[in-house]
């Protein structure tokens, strides 16, 4: 008598099954005894048995237990003896685990067995029970019974332990088990025995091979597939695998699906939009028009099969023992069968696949036309066969993103190996080539740019004007968009600062402070100093270099030219040259401002031209108006100083006509 932990092994199943595992791996093993019985008359009744209770919404009442009954072998002694054997190896050569029965246990809180077979030219009648401690059987009874007795076996599993079945409907449960049963259908040279889903009252009852074979249903149909082989090798042995598409009509909310077969049982797979994004969605028959035929959606079933997988698949049979990718006990992994899989599911829907991915292109191109000219370089280069069906403008961007920085890797890497090699051996073709990439990656970064610049140049002009409320923007506003507040060159790099809008030549500077002390002290300042204190800019912290001050006030502001006022910004500016030459001010680094008796220091006030601030220009100030009328200039010779004031229209007109002829071979 064995001795089996039933409880703890049952417990231990955790591989990928499900409450329809228990019902199929029953009807395989009636498929088994049918052939092992010879029978061409074999058949299978797949009884559903439901609540006597009716539900209060009228509907049909919940399901609880199954038979099986199949008219093969039956539980011969041999039989018998298998199945109280954990492992069993009786049916190993037709792919049996010796291990199925115990997945009945995990959904069925009972199982039975009630079997009549010929034992030479007598006939018996064994029933059992399954055991749920120790022993595998329980209860067992043996008897002889007429000879004309029909042979057949029951397999009554009983009593669901979740309470519910997922389906109610005969017809879904019946589409859910052809499914899972599908490939025992289309074995070449192998006619299935009949397998019928019928109410345990004798009334409503379904034929699953009609789904398969019935074309008036329609509910499945292959599709043929010229090249449906493909080979793998496992370290060096070639497996090959063999790939049947199908269509699958009203799938209500299934996927297109690869399904993995071993001992034509359907074991586990993949979605194939995994693979292929394209097939995220319904497929719909066309008429030869090409219209969609809206009623007639399908999805694709994908199932493979192959020797490889019949040795490999798992004990419970809800997976495979060969890892995800190649590894090194099994050679092949799932990854690998299921991409050569879903590429001939591919071809088998070719046109459809095809409208989608240009569609998809087109969704692309379309973006980057309106939103990324930069990236203009790219599309014809770039695969797009990972992305999304449907991607938003975030997964584009990302993609663009990895696709420019794999080329800069690249060019990085060639050039790399031209200068590292010393050979000159075709060295000119190789330069040609790299500096055509490198130009073409080049243009990418100055389209970008360009793109940006009208954005800021747009968004500059806005802020310049006065709102529904005859108010302007705030200070802080305007001020950000050249450069930043609070900045130093640690936070405010030269290349994330707009001071081009006022001079390109500004472009290389580097940020020495905007609105932070320079004296290394902590002089109080408020949050919001747009427009009334000085911002410095230099290159690089050598005497000859000039060095840039800045002050900007507020769109229509005019009350700094008050007599009564500290905020004159020319003698600010004036004032905070002398201290840089006096060396009271020092760099971010704590260096000191290298300065010499030629240093040329350059000043920008930017503010609106009133009436008022152009008669203190001229009056007191003696500055001299510019050709357009739209700012002023004066010469400090004793302090090297060139001063401009500037008004913000003149800024942004100077600004957008620098930048025009750029926007214009862009079509931005």
Request: hydrophobic residues 35%.
């Amino acid at each position: 008598m064995s001795k089996v932990n039933i409880k703890r092994t049952v417990e231990n199943i955790r591989a990928n099954t499900t409450v329809y595992s228990p019902i199929i791996e029953v009807v395989v093993n009636a498929l088994q005894s049918i052939e092992s019985a010879g029978r061409r008359d074999g058949h299978i009744k797949i009884r559903i048995q439901r609540d006597d209770q009716i539900e209060m919404d009228g509907g049909l009442p919940e399901i609880r237990s199954f038979e099986i009954e199949d008219n093969g072998l039956g539980f011969t002694d041999a039989n018998r003896e298998s199945f109280d054997t954990l492992y069993s190896d009786l049916k190993s050569s037709e792919g049996g685990k010796g291990f199925g029965r115990f997945i009945c246990l995990k959904y069925f809180a009972n199982v039975s067995i009630d079997s009549v077979f010929a034992e030479g030219k007598t006939f018996k009648r064994r029933t059992f029970s399954m055991g749920k401690d120790s022993d595998i059987i329980i209860n067992e009874m043996l008897a002889d019974v007429p000879a004309n007795t029909a042979i057949k076996t029951v397999v009554h599993l009983k009593d669901l332990k979740d309470k519910k079945f997922p389906d109610k409907k005969l017809e879904t449960i019946a589409r859910n088990l052809a499914e899972r049963l599908l490939p025992n259908f289309l074995t070449k040279d192998y006619i299935c025995p009949s397998i019928v889903l019928v109410e345990n009252n004798g009334g409503e009852s379904i034929c699953l091979n009609d789904w398969v074979s019935n074309e008036i249903s329609g509910m499945i149909k292959e599709i043929e597939v010229p090249e449906g082989k493909f080979v793998l090798k496992a370290f060096e042995l070639d497996e090959p695998f063999l790939v049947r598409v199908f269509k699958l009509y009203s799938p209500k909310n299934q996927k297109s699906k690869i399904s993995l077969v071993a001992h034509r049982r359907e074991v586990s797979g993949s979605p194939i939009d995994d693979y292929v994004p394209e097939f995220c969605e319904d497929f719909y028959d066309r008429d030869v028009s090409g219209e969609s035929v809206s009623q007639r959606n399908y999805i694709i079933k994908a199932y493979v099969f192959g020797p490889y997988l019949d040795r490999h698949v798992s004990l419970e049979r809800g997976g495979f023992e060969f890892q995800k990718e190649r590894d090194l006990n099994h050679g092949i992994g799932q990854t690998e069968i299921e991409e050569k899989s879903a590429s001939i599911a591919k071809e088998a829907v070719g046109t459809e696949v095809t409208r989608r991915q240009e569609k998809k292109r087109e969704r692309v191109r379309t973006y980057v036309e309106e939103e990324a000219p930069w990236h203009l370089v790219l599309l014809p280069q770039i695969d797009l066969s990972g992305m999304p069906l449907k991607p938003s403008n975030e997964e584009i961007e990302s993609r663009l993103q990895k696709e420019k920085f794999k080329q800069e890797a690249q060019i990085k890497r060639d050039v790399s190996r031209i200068l590292s090699s010393g050979d000159l051996e075709g060295l000119e073709q190789n330069v040609k080539d790299i500096v055509e990439k490198i130009s073409g990656a080049s243009r990418n970064d100055l389209i970008h740019y360009i793109a940006m610049r009208r954005n800021i140049l747009d968004l500059f002009g806005k802020s310049l004007q006065w709102d529904e409320n005859h108010k302007y923007s705030s200070e802080g506003f305007v001020h950000d968009i050249i450069f930043p507040r609070k900045g130093d060159i640690f936070r405010t790099p030269f290349h994330e600062h707009n001071l081009w809008i006022i001079d390109e030549r500004l472009n290389f500077t580097h940020y020495l402070s905007s609105d932070v002390p320079l004296d290394g002290g902590t002089t109080a300042r408020p949050d919001l100093v747009a427009f009334d204190r000085r911002v410095v800019f230099r290159g690089d912290n050598e005497s000859s270099n000039p060095v840039t001050i800045f002050e900007f006030k507020k769109p229509q502001r005019d009350d700094f030219v008050n007599k009564s006022s500290d905020e004159d910004p020319v003698e600010q500016i004036v004032r905070y040259v002398n201290n840089i030459v006096d060396g009271k001010f020092k760099t971010p680094e704590g260096m000191k401002i290298l300065v010499a008796p030629n240093t040329p220091f350059y000043g920008f006030v930017v503010c609106d031209l009133t009436a008022k601030v152009e008669r203190w220009l001229e009056r007191e100030k003696d500055f001299k108006p510019m050709p357009d009328k739209q700012g002023w200039f004066s010469w400090k010779g004793n302090i090297n100083l060139y001063i401009e004031v500037l008004s913000w229209e003149k800024v942004l007109k100077d600004a957008q006509m620098r930048n025009r002829v750029f926007f214009h071979k862009l079509g931005i």
